[in-house]
């Protein structure tokens, strides 16, 4: 068993706060620069890539931040995780998302249960479910074809899957692969759930209702809200709605569904798309062999994440540079910036995935930390953002680390030759230059004109957005928020502080409130 | 006029930092909570108000802060700027987009040309044009109506409009106003114009091609891949496509469209939505009148901003906050969180208006600052963030300040009613229990579900998303950002830090290039 002690506890920690810091601008700078891009650079699966050349790290620096991994046990606490430990300590759980796509050491048996054929099974009651639907088996109450799938579902029911969805229509109507369009309903704001009914033909959609414990508020709502509108077409609710939720929720045996799929505690909400979670819009959405293969990119990046070499280890090494960002130089945001417009809510995604995760002030035993943990994560896809906001980026007061995304291919592959390169050829050419910008930056007489550089930035270079690649790259990033919640010694895996605000709202339903509270609403005439 | 000082050599900076900071969540426990809400409170225009009960700050630092707006003169730096001096000194241009919906001062008389008038008359130029493609005077080259309409533009001539768009699309339907339906074209990755393309019925649609300098790369670009599609149909190009650009670009007298509409040089991208570039499309979109009434909106809360009193002028207010945030309390982000499905991208527009204005190292002289400018902006709408990042703004180890924004009615007014609320009324409960949990947090036995609490968050609190109320919420922000760039001595209106990533792609373009800028764009094989 792994020990789990403070960041600051460690002598490689301190080791790594008295290096020399590199002067990236300097280090990137002409036939060196060449060098590193060539040589800081890792494989993933599916032929990706994550290279570090433009972070403000030398060998010495990555030489000690493989020490602070293997002295922090990163290889074994991830072992100990997916080998079935209560590494959710304080919801006292084990966390088990790698078994949704592969079996990456022992069997974990639960509850008299094998998870990982408790996974599949699910996956493939959800296979066997969508076939049917696409084949004309299951149809709606007047017997016509489902051609709309429709989820219900907030946070973690919503922004992996949304985002995984959109990541991937363009490349399914391209491989006629799309089954059925998709949409999502989250916000409590009756505006949300009205636009979508509106935009569908509620009669052929078939409703996804999501909650694990069967209890979120606004997805009850939600569903309260999509019933009415197919009361009012003079349809069954029951007939048209599916469950995914866990097999003990209030949810898992009502008539109210056609069907329930299931999930367990054992895996976070943030942490779900590759579970029933995801799998049951994405199947109806593009049939259960791309499910499949999303489920396989992320299997395979998996194992890249069990390289005992730090330096081997895509997530392990982005999570330690990320560290020694935070922790020594200081830096308190990331910006995750993808360049592919079908990439355009996963930041949304990662900013759910990490901030929720490793946003903790106190260690797994609840003890206070004295250091930082999860910074803040926002981003854009490039080149819009190149517009926007990297004007801060460039020439602010803050230092912004960057994780640039690119893809070599588009995915519609339509495109247009102007002053001599394609769309994707500028597209690409940005992400490049922007790196070198970042890094380098510029003198000039001017100061206004000038660019300090020295800002650093990593980049994950793929083939296309397709299945593999975003489970591949969904993986990578979870693991990169584990290891990093290791490194500070937090539970990533809970989220306490979401608890607060539920109860005081309910306590302002109930009209059971004073002091500021009772302002604000009569401020708000709630 | 105004003598322009550096933030740090004023003597009320030097005394606001010797201020005993407020322990928020004391301040606004129990009755004096109560007190705070109802008297922490400046109106604002079109029924809105500004709350900043929940920010720390006491008599004592607002009283603080009323000595700095007056030693670094913000009102009068205001006047300088309508009154059409050369605010933005960097590129000695005049900074006019309040003159786009009203006359804050005297004429603005600049090349020979009454400014104002100059809007105003393009404003009409454009109102004729929508309404005669409205009532089908416009007609396409097949004699049939235009029922479509799509920019092509990239930053400010996409975000601010399009988040405007989106924040009427219910609004509109909900009142019969809804015109044509708009999309919108950013990204130089072709996926996104292909998109576009293959969600329209391209011969009904009128593109507007937005660029003030008619030379961005993207957005030429796709201007192209739009002809490309046109032409495929047969179509002529120059029968389908408005432009938007200053009358000095290639674009004005060209051929390639049916109308050019105007805008200047004295009007930066990011604040553009209230001229031409938000009018086309506005007014295509949903009819002159609407467009209007968002103009009318603006120019109501402009007057806001002219009150010399700073605690009774909310943008003012807000800036000088902020400011105490940023250079005394040190927080290094701020989050925006609508709590309105409607302004889904509002803070994607927020975050360019603020981080392309404010995100700068040397003041209006070129000179090197010494303390932070513009924070990180973000934010997402609740409750979704609710089940997403906000466990990192609950108990995270950095301070975020926020800006809530809630409105009382939906603007679809469908709704259900659940364990005797409405939906709405959830809505507003959880705005209402959120702000108290973040000031006032909750000791816990359990150290893990305790809140340290003393979190600052503001609140704006409208009827509901309507032309009126979105226009002077953009005014306010936009007004809030230009005091914060007095304050810190900023030029606002300039976005140097974006050119050298433009001149390092052109390079990777022509092939003229080396070291590590060659080593990625042979990795990225373009």
Known sequence: MSEWKNLDTLESFRELKSQTPVDLAEEMAGENGKKRVESYSVPMACGMTYNYAAKAVNDDILDNLKQLALEQDLPGKFKELYNGGVVNTGEKRLVLHHLTRSQLGDDVICDGVNKREFYKEQQQRIADFANKVHNGEIVNENGEKFTTVAQIGIGGSDLGPRAMYIALQNWAKKNGLMKMEAHFISNVDPDDASTVLSDIDVARTIFILVSKSGTTLETLTNMAFVEDALKKEGLDPSRHMIAVTSETSPLAKS?????????????????????????????????????????????????????????????????????????????????????????????????????ESNGKSVNRFGEALSYKTGPVIFGEPGTNGQHSFYQLLHQGTNVIPLQFIAFKKSQLKNDVTIEGSTSQQKLLANVAAQIVAFACGKNDDNP???????????????????????????????????????????????????????????????????????????????
């Open 255 to 355: 008539d109210d569904f056609i069907e329930a799929f299931y999930m367990d505690d054992y895996i976070g909400g943030r942490y779900s798309s590759t579970s029933a979670v995801g799998g049951a819009v994405l199947s109806l959405a593009f049939g259960p062999d791309v499910f499949a293969s999303f489920l396989d990119g992320a299997a395979q990046e998996d194992r890249t994440a069990l390289e005992t070499d730090p330096l081997k280890n895509p997530a392990m090494l982005d999570a330690l540079i990320g560290v020694y960002e935070r922790n020594v130089l200081g830096f308190p945001t990331t910006a995750i910036l993808p360049y592919s417009q079908a990439l355009s809510r996963f930041p949304a995604h990662l900013q759910q995935l990490d901030m």
């Open 448 to 526: 206004n004109k000038s660019f300090e550089g020295r800002r650093p930035s990593s980049i994950i270079i793929a083939d296309e957005v397709n299945p593999e690649t975003l489970g591949a790259l969904l993986s990578h990033y979870e693991n990169k928020v584990m290891f990093q919640g290791f490194l500070w010694n937090v539970n990533s895996f809970d989220q306490e502080g979401v608890q607060l605000g539920k109860t005081l709202a309910k306590r302002v339903l109930a009209g059971d409130m004073d002091g500021a509270l009772k302002a604000y609403s009569e401020a708000l005439e709630i």
